[in-house]
């Protein structure tokens, strides 16, 4: 009898510890945006570099679910949230942090993460991962916005002064002065600050409006009124408008390119030097966008964040840090030709030491501004596209304004009861 | 059972896969649009609908933007759904005549109507751009060019006339087929009372054509009201809420802003808008006629 009793107390010792072992390795699923083919591929690599160095203890499953054409990844997300099936952790464009952790999808990151891992970040990307006070998103690389010219036309034109920091940006009026000696002999003086409606209006546009002291939201995200209509707001879109009243740059520049030697200024992003590469005929430089009161530029990019249906939020924890650590940034702004969120990455980058990209580095540590963090980001966003592209075309800055914060508080008012 | 129940109950087996489907597809998302035309309901927040009663409508119509787009909408229906109807007659009569080349010219001009309308509306933007095709022709002629798209009074005009050179050759088709169905004995009739070309087109071809006026004008007013895939690709409802229309604002409201309410309440906006223009289309050009000829 007691043989037996042995016998059916070690059989069953032995099956829970396999049974044990077995379980012990968490399987977590990660979603990653279709983006280009090389960076989607860097992914897959540093997760499975991941497994590898989690073998045992966590798997996770990399998923890529393409944009097809524009909003495929957000829809397949909102489909996820609705019927329950989101993934453990997700990538997510900057601006939809505050619209994710609203409405419940995301779960805080800081209480899992600790100070060490995110002290070496760049201050823009915890400001963009940030809600209502907790950080729920981390991303590795960043962006900014700046002034490509063409060297040889400023020459032409015996433009001096040139700026080489963010300290010593052209404030607008000496921007604006500069235009008008361009136009003089040239068709346009800048390109690019135009477009379809998309997020580039408010990504390269938003950061005028904060250099004049306006905002385009509440601090707390639930208000348009008395800031996206503010006289602030108001003096700098008219300051933009001018540019197009007087023809220094126009909303269909009608074929005429900065890459084909046509117009001697555009606004892009670290893209932009990527694309001249193939225009070895023009001698190009950077320089900052111009001030309004203070200096503010754009940033902001894709990041990861743990979902609040993730069941093992510790083991989710490791695979942000580990695609958030310096290799990965390392290794992903190699690919990308993007900005590092790592300060000490950047010593693998000379030439982000050094005129002209030194530029783009400069404006993001020093003035670098996600944009606003809202629950209301997609109502926001697309009023404010359509406020800017009909104030450029025309319309009146102050009445469009007006009606565009109207709106915006209105939606606000329903979804949110605020 | 009797033979003849039997017969109605085959009969309702029959049809069954066809209600059915019918049913899911159609009659319940139908239902489920009313319902949430009545609610809150934000596409990231599925656990919370409210019902707020009429407050969508209301402010659908208090909103500048989608009253414009309704007018916008209006606008381009009342004058593109007349001119692409005209215009596919024309072309049908014109191919229905004998003449050499026929068949080339007939698939040349069908062709147009099928090329995916996205392809049409980006080979258009590229035409009408301020560096494209048709203003180097106006300067080689002498003329200013124009901003077709950038101009507020030139902009749906410039959709109009794209959507009316497609939609008229893919009309012409079913048009020359109700012309060949017309008995020629009607004509030769007529040609013995010494009707000319012009009275033969007033009191045989447009009589003749009743069913397929009626067709067109329905289908071409309903695809009409559903305009979208020009103002989205050549100007995204600019400049200034020019183009914007009933589709593009639900695109807006209910894509990217995710509110599946007030998009559920434009969309029954758009839903009666249609189904009264289909009424009074009916009662104007009259009743489906059988065209008896004895012989």
């Known amino acids: 009898m007691f043989k037996k009793i042995f016998l059916f107390v070690s059989i069953l010792l032995i099956t829970s510890l396999i049974l044990g072992e077995a379980q012990q390795e968490v399987k977590l699923v990660f979603w990653q945006h279709g983006t280009g083919l090389e960076e989607t591929e860097f992914y897959r690599k540093r997760i499975e570099d991941f497994n590898k160095a989690y073998k045992g203890k966590i798997n996770v499953e990399f998923v890529v679910i393409e944009r097809a054409g524009g909003m495929g990844y957000e829809e397949k997300v909102n489909i996820a949230a609705a019927s329950g099936e989101l993934p453990d952790i997700m990538a997510l464009d900057g601006p939809y942090t505050a619209v994710y952790a609203e409405a419940g999808i995301l779960r805080p990151l800081g209480d899992l993460i600790d100070k060490t891992h995110l002290q070496d970040i760049v201050p823009s990307i915890i400001k963009q991962g940030t809600w209502n006070g907790k950080l729920y998103a981390l991303g590795s690389m960043e962006s900014s916005v700046a002034i490509y010219y063409n060297k040889k036309m400023f020459r032409e034109v015996g433009i001096k002064n040139i700026p080489t920091s963010v300290d010593k940006a052209w404030t607008w009026d000496e921007f604006y002065n500069v235009c008008k000696k361009l136009k003089q002999k040239y068709p346009l003086a800048i390109v690019g600050l135009s477009g379809g409606l998309d997020e580039w209006l408010t990504y390269m546009a938003t950061p005028f409006v904060w250099s004049n002291g306006g905002d385009i939201i509440s601090p707390d995200g639930y208000k348009a009124e008395g800031y996206l209509n503010s006289p602030q707001t108001v003096e700098a879109l008219t300051k933009v408008q001018q540019l197009f009243k007087e023809g220094l740059t126009a909303w269909d520049t009608g074929g005429l390119s900065f890459e084909k030697g046509q117009v001697p200024m555009m606004l892009s992003g670290p893209w932009g030097a990527i694309i001249l590469k193939n225009f070895p005929e023009i001698e190009w430089g950077i320089i900052p966008y111009p001030k309004f009161k203070v200096h503010a530029s754009p940033t902001g990019s894709w990041q990861w964040g743990i979902t609040t249906k993730c069941k093992n939020p510790k083991e989710a924890t490791e695979v942000i840090k580990w695609m958030t650590n310096a290799d990965t940034v390392k290794g992903l702004c190699k690919v990308t030709g993007m900005l590092p969120t790592r300060k000490s990455v950047y010593l693998a980058f000379p030439e982000f030491s050094k005129l002209p990209l030194y530029i783009l580095k400069d404006q993001l540590l020093k003035s670098g501004h996600p944009r606003p963090s809202t629950p209301a980001y997609l109502n926001l966003t697309v009023e404010f596209q359509k406020a800017y592209a009909d104030i450029m075309q025309g319309a009146d800055p102050k009445a469009t304004l007006d009606a565009a914060a109207k709106r915006v508080d209105t939606y606000i008012q329903r979804q949110f009861k605020k | ?295």
Do not use: C, H
Not at chain 2, 130 to 159: C, E, R, V
Not at chain 2, 176 to 192: F, H, N, R, T
Not at chain 2, 221 to 235: D, H, S, V
Not at chain 2, 288 to 293: G, H, L, S, T
């Open chain 2, 1 to 295: 059972m009797s033979s003849k129940k039997k017969e109605m109950l085959y009969g309702y087996l029959f049809i069954l896969p066809a209600l059915i489907s019918l049913g899911i597809f159609m009659i319940y998302p139908t239902i489920k649009t009313f319902y949430y035309s009545l609610t809150d309901f934000y596409m990231l927040k599925p656990q919370s609908i409210n019902f707020v009663g009429l407050s969508n409508f209301k402010f659908l119509f208090s909103d500048y933007t989608i009253t414009n787009a309704i007018k916008n909408t209006f606008y381009f229906v009342i004058i593109s759904v007349p001119v692409q109807t005209l215009l596919a007659l024309l072309y049908a009569i014109f191919l229905n005549q004998m003449f050499i080349g026929r068949s080339i010219a007939r698939t040349i001009i069908f062709s147009v109507s099928v090329i995916p309308g996205v392809a049409v509306a980006n080979v258009w933007k590229m035409l009408v751009s301020s560096d494209g095709y048709i203003n180097y022709f106006l300067k080689l002629l002498g003329f200013p060019p124009q901003p077709f798209l950038n101009s507020t009074s030139q902009a749906m005009n410039t959709i109009i006339a794209m959507v009316v050179w497609q939609a008229a050759a893919g009309q012409m088709m079913i048009f020359l087929a109700g012309l060949q169905d017309i008995p020629k004995s009607l004509y030769e009739a007529a040609e013995m009372d010494g009707a000319n070309f012009l009275q033969k087109l007033i009191y045989v071809t447009i009589p003749g054509l009743r069913n397929i006026f009626n067709f067109i004008l329905i289908t071409s007013t309903i695809g009409a009201l559903g305009i979208f895939t020009g103002p989205f690709i050549m100007t995204a409802g600019g400049p200034r809420g020019a183009t914007e229309t009933i589709f593009l604002k639900f695109y807006q409201i209910f894509v990217l802003q995710k509110d599946v309410g007030l998009g559920a309440a434009l969309i029954l906006v758009y839903f009666i808008i249609a189904l009264i223009l289909a009424i009074i289309q009916r009662k104007f050009v009259g009743e489906e006629r059988q065209v008896v000829v004895e012989g």
